[in-house]
């Protein structure tokens, strides 16, 4: 079992930043990949990047790339999301994921956070 825990999610206007954090504990391998995920209302979860224990990072949304960074503290069992230059359309419910492989399909992870609100205005 592995259990995840994000933080840092909030309200800024554009173009400010946000720091997301997920606490990991549990079996190891299980959480060798470890991302963040979004689902805004009436929308489909998306994949937005992800990170191996050895910290080869993987992009499924292109766009994101030079606005968030990934990081993971395997001393801390924790992976970051560093959120800059924010968008109105950016707001959502923000997810940590964890799994032994990597995938953009959020169906593919056996392992979630509660959850923490993004929300960017105008």
């Known amino acids: 079992q592995v259990q995840l825990a994000e933080s840092g999610g909030g309200s800024v206007q554009a173009g400010g930043s946000l720091r997301l954090s997920c606490v990991a504990s549990?079996?190891?391998?299980?959480?060798?990949?470890m991302g963040w995920f979004r689902q805004a209302p009436g929308k489909e979860r998306e994949g937005l990047v992800v990170?191996?224990?050895?910290?080869?990072?993987?992009y499924y949304d292109y766009s994101l790339k030079g606005r968030f960074t990934i990081s993971r503290d395997n001393a801390k069992n924790t992976v970051y999301l560093q959120m800059n230059s924010l968008k109105p359309e950016d707001t959502a419910m923000y997810y940590c994921?964890?799994?032994?492989?990597?995938?953009?399909?959020?169906?593919?992870?056996?392992?979630w956070g509660q959850g923490t609100q993004v929300t960017v205005s105008s």
């Open positions: 990170i191996f224990t050895n910290g080869v990072t993987i």
């Open positions: 549990g079996y190891t391998s299980s959480r060798n990949c």
């Open positions: 994921a964890a799994d032994e492989n990597c995938s953009a399909d959020w169906r593919q992870y056996s392992y």
